[in-house]
């Protein structure tokens, strides 16, 4: 029989974004409860950094900004997260004159990792179809190719569509940009199986 787990202490809004903006590493808020978070390797930080060139050229004209892991998302229930890349576009809204906590995202994309897959697939996309704003929700596997695009129709209903060759492009409408795959995991090396010498 295991020793009772301690309960952890609840944390108020007001509490965990003092602490974060004094913090030197990154966490996330989730129902009273803050989260480290882990640091990132070369192949989500490539990932991440193509999506934020080639979405920041698309926009370089337009009254739209990308943003990358830095900026945090606050969602209507007052959970805070650290989305790998957001795009919005419009007058950008945030919760105070700080600036960095954004409310009005419309595309919202994850590099998925196996520690977070599984929250990113499930409570963190619950979490952001909440944002009145969002329409767009993509999840992106660090072994090439493989990208998963939601994309709203309504209140309640999303479109899921797949990509999985070099040569897929993905259109995200909300913000009239196109992404090859090609280019998504442009120096992003596949990872082959060891051969087992007989």
């Not at 009254?63 to 957001?86: A, H």
Request: hydrophobic share 40%; with cysteine; proline share 5%.
């Amino acid at each position: 029989m295991g020793l009772p787990q301690k309960k952890p202490k609840f944390v108020s809004p007001e509490e965990y974004l003092a602490f974060e903006r004094d913090a030197v590493d990154k966490h996330e808020y989730f129902n009273g409860e803050i989260f480290a978070m882990a640091g990132a390797g070369k192949r989500h930080n490539l990932i991440a950094a193509n999506l934020i060139r080639l979405i920041g050229n698309q926009l370089v004209d337009r009254v739209c900004n990308v943003y990358g892991s830095d900026m945090r998302v606050k969602v209507p229930s007052g959970n805070y997260t650290y989305p790998d890349v957001v795009a919005v576009c419009g007058e950008e809204l945030f919760e105070d004159k700080a600036e960095d906590n954004l409310l009005n995202p419309l595309v919202i994309i994850e590099v998925l990792s196996r520690s977070t897959e599984a929250y990113d697939r499930g409570a963190k996309f619950e979490q952001y179809q909440t944002i009145p704003s969002f329409r767009e929700y993509v999840l992106i596997t660090q072994e090439p190719y493989r990208v998963e695009q939601f994309v709203r129709q309504d209140v309640n209903a999303w479109t899921y569509l797949e990509f999985r060759t070099a040569d897929d492009a993905m259109r995200l409408e909300s913000i009239d940009c196109e992404l090859r795959l090609s280019d998504i995991y442009f120096k992003v090396e596949p990872t082959f199986p060891k051969q087992i010498e007989a």
